[in-house]
């Protein structure tokens, strides 16, 4: 290998996939640096497999038989000629043993040196060496001892509630908060099951919980000469199960000497463990802004781009140029912070069943317009493609700048209302729901959030009113998608020009009935007279409406639905094996069909009633664990099976007391939504 100062980089590997690689890959590219890409069955026809040069099949679409095999991926850079290896984040971004791999074989890793990953990945070690360099720690037990009976009483020791972590932790995984001793060895089993599954490590350390904390971390750069900076906060207090919803920089309130000695704290814990790269201290924040070392994430985050927004640079670009051996391209005091950034995660997950991640196709994907360099879409995914169980369900990341917190919150608002996406069900509605809360617009964010204004947020992001103005859109798209089929349309502007094949000189007036898939199931009986080729009279709920539809933009299926003189901008796409059709108007979507159709398909899968013998699968996953058998007695809540999904564990309990009856289902199998897992008698 060249020496670090000559060393040139002119094509590197990506060991990761989805929105990060594509990431890596546009600034690489700008770089004038080919990239290669690494892809699993899974991933084969995937947009980070599209925008590389070269790509690598890598195996199967379970991680651990794909892009976790450091073999393969340092098979596949030596293969294609690459210099270098960019990790992205999770994986084998924070695996030590996959950085000394890499210089073993003459490869560039494009991250701090291994040494730093492995003293700041073990969580315990983090803790000595940041209270030597005189960094703000919680105390806590990081000891060898991994008894129940040990960590049990440490915990007694702290006090309640605690925090337990897995040592090699990180992104929430292998995290449990005990609020009592009774609770306390099960909370400990479940965190150390989920560790050992994700890290291949289930060693535990206890902390106490600090109430009502805010989470803010620091954005970290050193390079090769012992050069150090920070590029400020962010506050991600913003989070459901320990991972974050919803970022922001500069975090708000702070105080001007907080952000200096947060950010010097920083950059402390880099000197310390002579740190190269990009990283990310992570500091708990109580009400006084007194602040303690949580952990170090010696990689990018998936939160870096609202930290360019503020600093005007380009992050990826940084570690390309560090790794390359070069110094840093600022300093500290060179360094800027304009204006505020906002930046949401898109989650397939429904946020009204826990959260639950979701997995399949994505039928519909319109996202928000991208007017200036403002707005930015980062995302690995396209209209058509999966949302596969085996990863993260990260959709995408919507971030905004605006010059201050309130004018970016608004736009950030209307870019997520402008976010359209159907087929699977998203965390859209209950970030637009955060966004509204009164607390959060007032700054008074913490980690507690979500739980403490549960209600509210809820209540807020539950479906939409469906009144006559929505019946009338509906309808209109309905009216539009038969025309489109027929293709008997003589212009490009109104739906009434495209008449539908079912409509005839025969008769001058057609009765619809849509049924919205909402709650209550509302049921909307219409009757549909044809006035002419521009108009249509809707008669619904007693009363009469002149309805038309603009077509606005076709190849973007954008239309502006007139009802009685007022245009609703909207858009909609219609499921071709359900036959639902999705509309998106006044900020929110609606999902309908329509009663007695031939094209018609009901999909009615109902899972656990109160008072059901069966337990379901709430989503696709692996079955991890069985925790009964046949004649087993049971009680309400008792665990009855152990899913892995999305790489996080889901227990599936019984919702009633009973006798099991039968298992039918297996450990290790791949199940589907809605699959049947236990039966109980009778």
Same mark, same amino acid.
């Given at each position: 290998?060249l020496?670090?100062?000559?060393?040139?980089?002119?094509?590197?590997?990506?060991?990761?996939?989805?929105?990060?690689?594509?990431?890596?890959?546009?600034?690489?590219?700008?770089?004038?640096?080919?990239?290669?890409?690494?892809?699993?069955?899974?991933?084969?026809?995937?947009?980070?497999?599209?925008?590389?040069?070269?790509?690598?099949?890598?195996?199967?679409?379970?991680?651990? @038989?794909?892009?976790?095999?450091?073999?393969?991926?340092? @098979?596949?850079?030596?293969?294609?000629?690459?210099?270098?290896?960019?990790?992205?984040? !999770?994986?084998?971004? %924070?695996?030590?043993?996959?950085?000394?791999?890499c210089?073993?074989?003459?490869?560039?890793?494009?991250?701090?040196?291994?040494q730093?990953?492995?003293?700041?990945?073990?969580?315990?070690?983090?803790?000595h060496?940041?209270?030597?360099?005189?960094?703000?720690?919680?105390?806590?037990?990081?000891?060898?001892?991994?008894?129940?009976?040990?960590?049990? @009483?440490?915990? %007694?020791?702290?006090?309640?509630?605690?925090?337990?972590?897995?040592?090699?932790?990180?992104?929430?995984?292998?995290?449990?908060?005990?609020?009592s001793?009774?609770?306390?060895?099960?909370?400990?089993?479940?965190?150390?099951?989920?560790?050992?599954?994700?890290?291949?490590?289930?060693?535990?350390?206890?902390?106490?919980?600090?109430?009502?904390?805010?989470?803010?971390?620091?954005?970290?750069?050193?390079?090769h000469?012992?050069?150090?900076?920070?590029?400020?906060?962010?506050?991600?207090?913003?989070?459901?199960?320990?991972?974050?919803?919803?970022?922001?920089?500069?975090?708000?309130?702070?105080?001007?000497?907080?952000?200096?000695?947060?950010?010097?704290?920083?950059?402390?814990?880099?000197?310390?463990?002579?740190?190269?790269?990009? !990283?990310?201290?992570?500091?708990?924040?109580?009400?006084k802004?007194?602040?303690?070392?949580?952990?170090?994430?010696? #990689?990018?985050?998936?939160?870096?781009?609202?930290?360019?927004?503020?600093?005007?640079?380009?992050?990826?670009?940084?570690?390309?140029?560090?790794? #390359?051996?070069?110094?840093?391209?600022?300093?500290?005091?060179?360094?800027?912070?304009?204006?505020?950034?906002f930046?949401?995660?898109?989650?397939?997950?429904d946020?009204?069943?826990?959260?639950?991640? !979701?997995?399949?196709?994505?039928?519909?994907?319109?996202p928000?317009?991208?007017?200036?360099?403002?707005?930015?879409?980062?995302?690995?995914v396209?209209?058509?493609?999966?949302?596969?169980?085996?990863?993260?369900?990260?959709?995408?990341?919507?971030?905004?700048?605006?010059?201050?917190?309130?004018?970016?919150? @608004?736009?950030? #608002?209307?870019?997520?209302?402008?976010?359209?996406?159907?087929?699977l069900?998203?965390?859209?509605?209950?970030?637009?729901?955060?966004?509204?809360?009164?607390?959060?617009?007032?700054?008074?964010?913490?980690?507690?959030?979500?739980?403490?204004?549960?209600?509210?947020?809820?209540?807020?992001?539950?479906?939409?009113?469906?009144?006559?103005?929505?019946?009338?859109?509906?309808?209109?798209t309905?009216?539009?998608?038969e025309?489109?089929?027929?293709?008997?349309?003589?212009?490009?502007?109104?739906?009434?020009?495209m008449?539908?094949?079912?409509?005839?000189?025969?008769?001058?007036?057609?009765?619809?009935?849509?049924?919205?898939?909402?709650?209550?199931?509302?049921?909307?009986?219409?009757?549909?007279?044809?006035v002419?080729?521009?108009?249509?009279?809707?008669?619904?709920?007693?009363?009469?409406?002149?309805?038309?539809?603009?077509?606005?933009?076709?190849?973007?299926?954008?239309?502006?639905?007139?009802?009685?003189?007022? #245009?609703i901008?909207?858009?909609?796409?219609?499921?071709?094996?359900?036959?639902?059709?999705?509309?998106?108007?006044?900020?929110?979507?609606?999902?309908?069909?329509?009663?007695?159709?031939?094209?018609?398909?009901?999909?009615?899968?109902?899972?656990?009633?109160?008072?059901?013998?069966?337990?379901?699968?709430?989503?696709?996953?692996?079955?991890?664990?069985?925790?009964?058998?046949?004649?087993?007695?049971?009680?309400k809540?008792?665990?009855?099976?152990?899913?892995?999904?999305?790489?996080?564990?889901?227990?599936?309990?019984?919702?009633?007391?009973?006798?099991?009856?039968?298992?039918?289902?297996?450990?290790?199998?791949?199940?589907k939504?809605?699959?049947?897992l236990?039966?109980?008698?009778?």
């Amino acid at each position: 290998m060249l020496f670090r100062n000559q060393m040139t980089l002119s094509k590197i590997l990506i060991a990761n996939r989805g929105e990060i690689a594509c990431r890596i890959i546009r600034t690489a590219n700008r770089l004038g640096i080919k990239c290669v890409s690494v892809f699993s069955d899974a991933d084969k026809d995937s947009l980070h497999v599209k925008m590389a040069d070269e790509a690598i099949y890598i195996g199967k679409p379970p991680a651990q @038989q794909s892009y976790l095999i450091k073999e393969k991926i340092i @098979q596949s850079a030596k293969k294609t000629n690459c210099q270098a290896i960019h990790p992205g984040y !999770g994986f084998l971004s %924070e695996s030590y043993e996959f950085s000394q791999l890499c210089s073993k074989n003459d490869l560039v890793f494009i991250g701090p040196p291994w040494q730093a990953i492995r003293d700041m990945g073990i969580k315990s070690t983090s803790k000595h060496i940041m209270s030597a360099a005189k960094v703000p720690i919680i105390e806590g037990y990081h000891g060898e001892d991994q008894s129940e009976e040990r960590l049990l @009483q440490e915990a %007694e020791q702290i006090g309640y509630p605690v925090m337990i972590k897995a040592v090699r932790g990180g992104g929430g995984k292998g995290m449990r908060i005990a609020f009592s001793r009774e609770e306390f060895i099960y909370q400990l089993q479940s965190a150390k099951t989920e560790a050992l599954k994700a890290f291949n490590n289930d060693e535990m350390l206890v902390e106490k919980f600090v109430e009502k904390p805010r989470h803010v971390e620091v954005q970290i750069f050193g390079d090769h000469h012992s050069n150090y900076v920070y590029l400020y906060e962010r506050d991600c207090s913003i989070q459901r199960r320990h991972q974050k919803v919803i970022e922001e920089t500069p975090a708000p309130g702070l105080t001007n000497e907080t952000r200096r000695k947060i950010g010097e704290a920083a950059v402390k814990a880099a000197r310390a463990v002579n740190y190269v790269g990009a !990283g990310t201290v992570e500091f708990i924040m109580d009400p006084k802004q007194n602040f303690y070392f949580m952990e170090m994430n010696t #990689r990018l985050q998936v939160e870096h781009p609202i930290t360019e927004m503020v600093t005007n640079t380009d992050l990826v670009e940084w570690q390309i140029r560090v790794a #390359r051996g070069e110094h840093l391209p600022l300093k500290q005091e060179d360094i800027p912070l304009n204006g505020h950034a906002f930046e949401a995660r898109i989650y397939a997950e429904d946020p009204n069943n826990n959260f639950m991640p !979701g997995a399949g196709k994505l039928k519909y994907l319109q996202p928000p317009l991208v007017t200036d360099k403002n707005i930015r879409v980062e995302t690995g995914v396209e209209e058509g493609d999966e949302v596969s169980v085996h990863y993260d369900p990260l959709i995408a990341k919507l971030v905004v700048w605006a010059d201050d917190r309130k004018s970016a919150l @608004q736009k950030f #608002r209307y870019a997520l209302a402008n976010y359209k996406i159907s087929g699977l069900t998203t965390n859209i509605p209950f970030i637009i729901s955060l966004c509204d809360h009164k607390e959060f617009v007032a700054e008074n964010v913490h980690t507690d959030f979500i739980p403490m204004h549960r209600e509210e947020l809820f209540k807020t992001a539950r479906e939409p009113i469906i009144d006559n103005e929505i019946v009338c859109c509906a309808l209109s798209t309905i009216l539009n998608y038969e025309a489109e089929l027929s293709k008997n349309y003589s212009n490009n502007n109104l739906v009434g020009s495209m008449i539908p094949n079912f409509w005839t000189n025969n008769f001058a007036e057609k009765q619809f009935d849509l049924i919205f898939n909402n709650e209550s199931k509302t049921n909307a009986k219409v009757n549909v007279k044809y006035v002419n080729e521009n108009n249509f009279e809707l008669n619904l709920n007693g009363q009469t409406h002149l309805v038309s539809l603009n077509i606005l933009d076709r190849q973007a299926r954008l239309y502006q639905c007139d009802v009685d003189g007022h #245009r609703i901008k909207l858009s909609y796409s219609r499921d071709q094996e359900t036959g639902m059709f999705s509309l998106f108007a006044n900020d929110r979507l609606f999902e309908f069909k329509l009663e007695d159709r031939k094209y018609q398909k009901e999909q009615n899968l109902s899972l656990c009633d109160a008072d059901s013998n069966d337990s379901f699968a709430p989503m696709p996953g692996v079955v991890d664990k069985i925790n009964v058998k046949a004649g087993d007695e049971v009680k309400k809540g008792d665990p009855l099976v152990v899913m892995i999904a999305m790489k996080m564990e889901y227990v599936i309990r019984s919702n009633r007391d009973g006798v099991v009856k039968s298992i039918n289902c297996s450990v290790g199998q791949n199940v589907k939504k809605s699959h049947k897992l236990v039966s109980l008698a009778e």
